[in-house]
Each structure stands twice: as structure tokens, then as C-alpha cells.
């Protein structure tokens, strides 16, 4: 069973156009986590919940909305897209904030890559 | 925030060892992770270290600490084409959020 799971894996579009990446795992984590990759590799932190609670928001544009209908999934919508948005995005897991009891260690999802066209 | 610089790229023979070097600038982290990207896959956990050790050998892998100079590095022995991947360094101080540094393309040579 794969532990987090991101649909789709591949997204081309056309600038203008709104589309979702969806992310889900079945690991019983309490904290959700949204990463861009760059075409360079770099991996930048976007959005971060627990418990379906948005704890951390980057300076990310408001046309990226993420939801979390439960704590299980977290949704990624972005709105108006652009080109400089193309990249390849990462969900994440997390048992835990970081908090005592745990090392922290993120689990990820295999990637969406998304092209703007 | 915290900064994590790496080097971007680093190529080895088959056979012989690979050390990529991280620096950081929080000297409060607590838990320093490597994390591993084979090409077109995400990241995986590789190792860790707690910021109370010095040295942490697992297998193939040793990581280093130097707490004082803010620097960790990932050994590999006997590398192989299969170790052919990203390396992300990327340290944690308490509740807050990993910082990656921008990976390290290893690239191993026949």
C-alpha cells in the first residue's frame, strides 16, 4: 500500500486554467505538508497542517489554496495558473508537529509534476 | 530562518567513497536528516542524527557532526551506481518545519 499517494502524477495545462493536485495517507499522520521543487532541485515549504489546522503558510500567492477536509488529506488548488508555476509538487506526512516522541521524519508523496503552458 | 547550503554537484568512481558536505546556520537544531531523491520519485528518509552526536555510523553511511562549525556530512563507502541520486541535508530545531538545503546531485562513474 503506498503510504502517501498524490494525484496526478503528471499535469500539463494551459496558463489561465485553475487546476487541484489531491494527496492522501494512510500512515495515521497527524501533520500534512505541501513542497515545490524547483527545476533546480530546491524544495521550498509552501503550506503545512495538523489535524486539518493550517500551521504554517509560506509566502506563497493566494492563488494557491490548500484544503484538508479531514487529516488524512490535503488538497492543493491553485487558481490562475502561470507559468512560473510549473515545478514539481510534493505532498509530505508527518506523525507528528515535531514535538516530543518523535524524530519528525517526513514521508513523502511521489510528486506532481505540473507544466504551464 | 534557518540557511543550508550544499554543493550542487559531486561525481565519484564505482568503488570509491562519496562525502557530501552541508552547512548550516541554527545552531539550536536538534535533529539533522538526510533525505535521498532517486529521479523521479520523492524523497526518502536515508539517516539522521541527534545534535547530541558526534558521529553516526549505519552500514555504508557515516554522518558527521561538528556542532561548533555549524557542518554535517554524509559518508558513503564503496559507492555503487545505484547510490546515483539528490542528497538533501536538512536540519530541524524543535516543533518547527525541516529546512532543506539545495540538494547534492551525486553522480557515480563506471
Known amino acids: 500500500d503506498t503510504a502517501v499517494s498524490q494525484t496526478p502524477k503528471y499535469l500539463v495545462t494551459q496558463m489561465g486554467n485553475d487546476k487541484s493536485i489531491k494527496c492522501e495517507q494512510n500512515l495515521g499522520h497527524d501533520t500534512m505538508y505541501w513542497y515545490k521543487q524547483d527545476s533546480k532541485k530546491f524544495l521550498k515549504i509552501m503550506f503545512s497542517y495538523n489535524n486539518k489546522e493550517l500551521i504554517i503558510n509560506e509566502t506563497v500567492p493566494n492563488r494557491f489554496s490548500p484544503k484538508s477536509p479531514d487529516k488524512a488529506h490535503l488538497n492543493l488548488h491553485i487558481n490562475s495558473l502561470e507559468l512560473g508555476d510549473s515545478a514539481v509538487y510534493f505532498c509530505?506526512?508527518?506523525?507528528?508537529?515535531?514535538?516530543?516522541?518523535?524524530?519528525?521524519?517526513?514521508?513523502f508523496g511521489e510528486g506532481s509534476r505540473l507544466t504551464v503552458l | 530562518g534557518e540557511d543550508v547550503e550544499q554543493s550542487l554537484f559531486l561525481s565519484v568512481r564505482e568503488g570509491d567513497s562519496s562525502v557530501i558536505n552541508c552547512t548550516y546556520t541554527?545552531?539550536?537544531?536538534?535533529?539533522l536528516y538526510w533525505y535521498k531523491q532517486e529521479p523521479g520519485a520523492g524523497l526518502q528518509l536515508l539517516t539522521y542524527i541527534f545534535s547530541n552526536m558526534d558521529m553516526k555510523q549505519d552500514q555504508r553511511l557515516t554522518v558527521l557532526l561538528n556542532k561548533k562549525d555549524k557542518h554535517l556530512s554524509l559518508r558513503i563507502a564503496d559507492t555503487q551506481t545505484g547510490d546515483s541520486a539528490i542528497y538533501f541535508c536538512a536540519p530541524r530545531s524543535g516543533a518547527r518545519q525541516l529546512t532543506f538545503g539545495s540538494g547534492t546531485q551525486l553522480t557515480v562513474l563506471p
Open positions: 509530505a506526512s508527518s506523525r507528528q508537529r515535531g514535538g516530543t516522541g518523535g524524530t519528525g521524519e517526513l514521508f
Open positions: 541554527d545552531s539550536s537544531s536538534t535533529y
